[in-house]
């Protein structure tokens, strides 16, 4: 029914959840939120709709959502809360033009419509410890709710399908939908100016994400510290989020090492064809994007194995090492820094990797799901 461009003349009306791009730190699951509802923009075979609570103003300029929202009466804490306890409110009394519902986000509205649940992790299940004994409860309770409700579970790898069928998801309702990437590589006048702008010298390791426990930003830290040549600065990307001091632990590093904070997009793209190595040994990922990122861009590209981001680099797209290893961390920066044909090779690898991951594929499957619930 619908699916590809041109498969129905009646287009598919999605009510998509959209409240994450309204959160202090949005984070990716805003991201690809937004890159999903782009995808969408034109198709005939879609009209999407966002779903979010009651709010004064709009998200932040990088989180705008590109298509009309709906807004409840109702404040997020109470929406969220309530959402992830029973059935109130339903969201078929505030929003009825919808034929399905895409939970992406977390929380699980109550609807008696087809309903849809992007599961981006399990990242509490496995790490307890870096999150806060409400947030744990509140994961649960929503992950409860897709058990029990979600007619299809969308996850953005494999190794999140297998998690969450051992967690209690029926295998028969798990689609795998990996999120995408659009960008073209940047020119090198812009890599050279965004050096320019943010005081980069001409080589760098580049790290992005939100600054918080499960980034693993400690450890990397260190493992550049030992191995990492003179000549060569850490840049590390991404918004504040929690429990982690970053300042304190790149102080001994002194000019080797600039907190760039959030950037504009355009600036990120730049700063991964820049970079001379792309470090990401996250303890735990349910896609990765960045890694998928800085593949496209170029950047030869370091990331952990044994979570999703292993399945990314997989066939020579990138160097795979344990994440909980300094040592292991530092004889990869080191390897990579050093050059040569190996990592020659392994960038034309990921290059190549990299251009099969489309946003617009990421949204003919999205409408392949929504259809086989109508």
Known sequence: ??????????????????????????????????????????????????????????????????????????????????????????????????????????????????????????????????FTSHGVRFFERCFQRTIERAQLTLVPSQATADDVERSG????????????????????????????????????????????????????????????????????????GWQEDIATAIAPLGDRAKMLGFVSRSDLVALYGGASAFAYPSLFEGFGLPVLEAMAQGAPVITSLGTATEELVAGGGGVGVDPTNVDAIANALSDVLAGGADVNAMVREASRRAATYTWKRTADLTLSAYAELL
């Open 169 to 240: 998801v029926d295998s028969r309702s798990i689609r795998v939908i990996p999120w995408g990437v659009d960008q073209a590589k940047a020119p090198p006048n812009e890599v050279e100016q965004v050096k320019v702008r943010f005081a980069l010298p001409g080589r760098y390791v580049l790290s992005v994400g939100t600054l918080e426990p499960r980034k693993n930003l400690g450890r990397l830290i260190e493992a550049f510290s030992a191995s990492a040549p003179p000549d060569v600065t850490l840049a590390i990307v991404g918004p504040t």
């Open 1 to 130: 029914m619908f699916g590809t461009e041109s498969s129905s003349d009646q287009p598919c009306r999605a009510g998509l959840v959209v409240e994450q791009c309204w959160h202090a730190v949005p984070g990716g699951t805003a991201g690809a939120t937004i890159d999903l509802l782009r995808a969408f923009a034109g198709r005939p075979d879609v009209v999407a709709t966002g779903i979010a609570a009651r709010h004064k103003d709009a998200p932040e300029p990088a989180y705008r959502v590109p298509v009309d929202v709906h807004h409840l009466p109702f404040p997020r804490q109470l929406l969220y809360q309530a959402w992830s306890r029973g059935p109130w409110p339903p969201l078929d009394r505030f929003v009825r033009d919808v034929d399905v519902v895409h939970a992406t986000g977390g929380i699980v509205p109550s609807t008696k419509k087809p309903l849809v649940v992007t599961q981006h992790d399990l990242a509490w299940v496995h790490h307890r410890d870096l």
